[in-house]
């Protein structure tokens, strides 16, 4: 009786975007789970309940026989602490399909290595998310395992379940100390100082110092604090500004963010690219990118918020900043060499005209030269196209392509352009190719 009510509850749950790679023959298959209990348990079998498939809990040999006789579609669910049986799975089972399941908790990068074990916080948040229907802990699943007959199944496992994550939240993002330390230092830096300092005549402590303020100044300082409100201040812009947002692509994109270093490279059009951008993969329980922006987005307040949601800030007129432009060089040669997600708008500024502009190949040169240092291999490359049927600022562009000036982005810039909120602009489409 008790499990029918939890089951139920359960029940509740909205279906977690990549269910769908378990939940559809063939069968039968195997699930890890980081831990594997009553609430866990009742959590998985209530979404394989929806799709009529059974699930047995695997704790020896015997149930894997259970498991392969079974004529109806059915999943197997076994702990990743119960080394002994997954590593029988991997040897002696490898030709049923295995999954791992990852529960995810809160939203915006780690600031610290993944725990593979669920705790108060993540079973708080499954009460919730079945209460409310709304997915605050996260169930990733993960793709079939390729199986590596020499290593450790839990190794393989954790690892898997560290690209579940990594979709999710991201690589683990180091604290601005830590930052400053690695981009800041090594011999290369060294000699690019010291030619630096010849040639601006400044004295090498000067040009040290003013590289520091620089790094400080652009990089991206992520708080996963502000994810969720920024998701609902998102919601309600869409909702109010738009009839539809109309997504394509996510799937192969999900795939390629899992198992590579992605680059986002949107054509732009409005400064909503990167609200509806971000809120396209916030939706689809994606990591939400690092995104290079122009300097002239770090205003108060918002510069605050833009970068504590990911922005780093660039000057269009980089290579006339040699400074700049060194710090740039190495600073996106980190982000890259870690792994992030990131989000490059390459023409450089927003089209006036609808009309696509030149590129701007400065950050692509940098991803480029990384990568023929040997920093990254597994670059995955993404054009994202953004069309909108009225974009938000076609007043303004109008009054710019009849010769008035640019207004400068600002707060107060901010505020009188509030009256745009009283409109509506169609639909928007976001697809990543």
Request: charged residues 20%; proline residues 5%.
């Amino acid at each position: 009786m008790g499990g029918a009510l939890i089951n139920s509850f359960f029940s509740r749950l909205p279906l977690p975007a990549t269910f769908n790679r378990v939940c559809t023959p063939p069968f039968p298959k195997i699930l890890v789970l980081p831990q594997l209990n009553f609430v866990t348990y009742s959590v998985i079998n209530s979404l394989f309940q929806k799709e009529g498939v059974k699930t047995v809990v695997i704790k020896e040999e015997e149930d894997l026989q259970q498991l392969k006789e079974l004529s109806e579609p059915k999943a197997g669910l076994v702990s990743l602490k119960n080394a002994k049986l997954l590593s029988l799975i991997f040897h002696s089972y490898s030709s049923i399909p295995i999954y791992t399941v990852t529960f995810i908790q809160s939203r915006g990068p780690l600031r610290h290595n993944p725990s593979y074990s669920l705790g108060l916080t993540d079973y708080l948040l499954l009460f919730l998310g079945a209460a409310t229907k709304i997915n605050f802990e996260l169930i990733i699943f993960g793709q079939p395992l390729t199986i590596n007959q020499k290593a450790s199944a839990v190794r393989q496992v954790k690892i898997d379940m560290f690209r579940n994550l990594k979709t999710v939240r991201g690589t683990p993002f180091s604290s601005i100390e830590t930052q400053v330390e690695s981009i800041l230092s090594g011999k290369e830096y060294e000699r690019e100082i010291e030619i630096l300092s010849q040639r601006l005549k400044l004295p090498k402590g000067k040009i040290l110092s003013l590289a520091k303020k620089e790094l400080l100044s652009m990089a991206a300082n992520p708080k996963g604090w502000l994810y969720l409100p920024a998701a609902f201040i998102s919601e309600f812009l869409k909702n109010r500004l738009f009839s539809q947002v109309s997504v394509a692509g996510v799937e192969q994109l999900r795939d390629e963010v899992r198992e590579n270093t992605v680059l986002l490279l949107p054509l732009h059009k409005s400064h909503l690219d990167y609200v509806l951008l971000s809120k396209a993969l916030y939706d689809s329980e994606l990591n939400v990118p690092l995104v290079a922006a122009g300097a002239n987005l770090n205003f108060w307040p918002l510069g605050f918020v833009f970068r504590s949601l990911g922005a780093y800030f660039i000057q269009r007129n980089a290579r006339s900043n040699r400074i700049h432009s060194l710090v740039l060089k190495r600073y996106v040669a980190y982000l890259l060499n870690r792994g992030y997600l990131q989000e490059f708008y390459i023409e450089g500024g927003r089209t006036r005209t609808g009309r696509v502009r030149p590129p701007m190949i400065g950050l692509l040169k940098i991803i480029v030269e990384s990568y023929l240092k040997g920093t990254r291999k597994d670059i995955a490359v993404v054009p994202v196209n953004i069309s909108y049927e009225r974009v938000v600022e076609d007043i303004e562009f109008a009054k710019e392509n009849l010769g008035k000036p640019k207004t400068k982005e600002s707060f107060l810039s901010l505020l009188k352009a509030r009256t745009f909120l009283k409109r509506r602009y169609g639909t928007a489409f976001i697809s990543f190719e």
